[in-house]
């Protein structure tokens, strides 16, 4: 932030955090955990390139255990340049339990010549069963290189009670974070009042920081200010609101509608904001986000150039409830506007959130049913799943497409109950008319037969039938339109695997080999990686070592023709090598092993 106010008191606990293993800042929202802790960083150190600091701003999504990880071990690799990359390329693999993976950055780390400090803000977001195991795992294993910094509004399912009883725990808690009566008078140095009026702030506020700053907004231009403080009162929630309203109300009428039109918006940038909030001719929404910077509107930047901003999350509480109050038959098209724009930014995620949000569920199911073939190739099933849980049931029912699409995020999230009947359901109406269906993509519909087959293959392999398995991959394949190179390379993976389950290995490597061409055609080289892991094992087994060494190269040289510009390495390289690794330590070739 521009102003800051100086805390000497803090600066004994930041240095004991400085050395301690572990710390914990622990407090309700609008303390200053995240101020707190960036200007420490930024100013409490000898130089960056010393102590260098990962950190990672946590929000609801980060829940699932590969997206926190993986942004955890970005930022360390950003941070210690080698420290994370062979960590984030097992992890993105998925051929290794997390320990594993963790284990690989403790002991990259352990060898580090210097102190690196993570930070993980608004932890609380991201807390959950499946995050709380690997981090557990992580502080059980933590090389005396690393310091750990956890901000969060609540405590969070770690062994705290083990760490204080080892002296590796700091704690920075709200009665440390509280603003004394000398802070909150150098906070609001410059409003000429008397000590009694600050005395009276700082009670009626508890210290508490955000009042404090929605009290200094108020206070602004104000005559009576003895009569605004003697008036104020309040616990936190409703000094909060009061306030906030307070602020709303000393806002020109353009001003608060934008401030109100824009609170649906996680993250705000100028045309994203003129398309959710046009301005008058002549003004824009990335002047008007400047001018709310200017004026610390509650609008916190969010990168160096100030192109991407969020409100303070306690103001955009404030806000969000003030337009449900006052324009509830707005809130549909504002989300409609956002949902478009992101539309065209090419950012199908927030996308469909934003027409969930606007209750336009017919629109987010065309635009899943749009995207879940690039969805694939990216990985990123796990948004397909998270889909299936949120569209309603009688969207879904109309849309074939739409539905085998979410059935595929389910299949490859591991989550298998009631795909069956979903596959059921779909069945049933490809036997109805065409006219009475729903169908937003056209070319995915002479698919769907095949992907049927494909996924009840599936289900057999998974439920321990593997002939029926190969049966019904054989029919996938069979049925599938001419040049579906995605179908035909699924399932011909799904018959080599089951085949491989019943020993007969001849079958599976021609499958394979069937399956790693149709999917290096269709473009899916990560998946077309994964095979030749398993076409080179059979291979070995066939004791055809010559074979072994070139599926492995030819892999290796069709995943780094392929990755992207700007990418570091496609996921999957790292086992190609490891495999040419393996054949010339077979060959006795120990330095090119």
């Known amino acids: ?60 999504r980060d829940r699932q255990a590969t997206s926190f990880w993986s942004y955890l071990l970005l930022a360390l690799d950003r941070a210690v340049p080698g420290s994370g990359a062979a960590a984030l390329t097992l992890l993105q693999s998925e051929q290794a339990p997390l320990e594993t993976v963790l284990a690989g950055v403790v002991n990259e780390l352990s060898v580090h010549p210097g102190e690196v400090t993570v930070v993980l803000d608004d932890y609380h977001l991201a807390d959950g069963v499946d995050v709380a195991a690997g981090m557990r795992f992580l502080i059980d294993h933590l090389p005396p290189q690393l310091r750990l910094v956890i901000s969060t509004r609540a405590d969070p399912a770690l062994p705290l009670s083990r760490l204080r009883v080892r002296g590796e725990l700091v704690e920075i808690r709200a009665a440390d974070l509280r603003f004394t009566s000398d802070e909150v008078a150098s906070y609001l140095d410059g409003f000429d009042l008397t000590t009694t009026d600050i005395s009276a702030l700082e009670t009626r506020t508890e210290g ?58 996680d993250r705000l940038t100028g045309s994203l904001c003129d398309a959710v909030a046009p301005l008058p001719r002549g003004r824009s929404g990335r002047a008007m986000l400047e001018a709310l910077d200017r004026d610390n509107l509650f609008v916190v930047p969010l990168d160096a150039h100030r192109s991407w901003y969020r409100y303070h999350h306690l103001f955009g509480d404030v806000l969000r409830a003030h337009l ?51 969805l694939g190739r990216e990985r990123r099933e796990d948004l397909l799943r998270r889909w299936a849980h949120e569209l309603p049931d009688d969207i879904v029912r109309r849309r074939p497409v739409l539905a085998l699409a979410l059935i595929g995020g389910l299949m490859a999230s591991n989550d298998f109950a009631g795909v069956d009947l979903r596959l ?23 698919r769907v037969p095949a992907s049927l087959e494909m996924y009840r293959a599936a289900l057999a392999l998974i439920g321990g039938d593997p002939d029926d398995a190969i049966t019904r991959a054989q029919r996938a394949i069979d049925v599938a339109v001419e040049g579906d190179d995605i179908i035909t390379g699924a399932a011909a993976a799904l018959s080599g695997l089951a085949s491989w389950t019943i020993g007969d290995l ?88």
């Open 1 to 60: 932030r521009h102003e800051l106010v100086a805390r000497p008191r803090l600066a004994g606990l930041l240095q004991r955090a400085s050395d301690a293993p572990v710390t914990l800042v622990s407090a309700p929202p609008g303390f200053g955990k995240t101020t707190l802790l960036a200007s420490w960083l930024d100013t409490g150190r000898p130089r960056p390139d010393d102590r260098p600091v990962a950190w990672v701003s946590l929000d609801e």
């Open 208 to 265: 508490w920081v955000a009042a404090l700053q929605l009290a200094a907004l108020s206070l602004r231009d104000r005559d009576d200010r003895a009569g605004f403080i003697a008036g104020f009162a309040g616990d936190d929630r409703f000094v909060v609101d009061y306030l906030a309203d307070e602020v709303l109300s000393r806002q020109p009428d353009d001003v608060r509608r934008f401030l109100l039109d824009t609170s649906v918006l």
């Open 324 to 374: 449900l109050e006052e324009r509830p038959d707005d809130l549909p098209e504002l989300h409609r506007r956002a949902a478009e724009w992101y539309v065209e930014a090419g950012q199908v995620e927030d996308a469909v959130r934003h027409a969930l949000a606007g209750k336009d569920v017919e629109r987010a199911a065309d635009l899943v049913e749009l995207s879940f073939r690039r």
């Open 424 to 446: 059921d359901h779909v069945e049933q109406l490809m036997a109805e008319p065409l006219a009475d269906l729903v169908v937003a993509d056209r070319d995915e519909l002479p």
């Open 506 to 593: 001849t079958s599976a490597h021609a499958s394979y080999a069937t399956s790693i061409s149709a999917l290096a055609r269709a473009g899916h080289i990560a998946d077309v990686l994964g095979c030749s892991i398993a076409m080179a094992d059979m291979e070995l087994r066939l004791g055809r070592l010559r074979d072994a060494e070139r599926t492995f190269a030819r892999a290796l040289e069709l995943a780094e023709a392929n990755t992207p510009a700007g990418a570091t390495v496609m996921r999957g390289t790292a086992d190609m090598l490891v495999g040419l690794s393996r054949m010339a330590w077979y060959r006795n070739d120990l330095a090119a092993a």
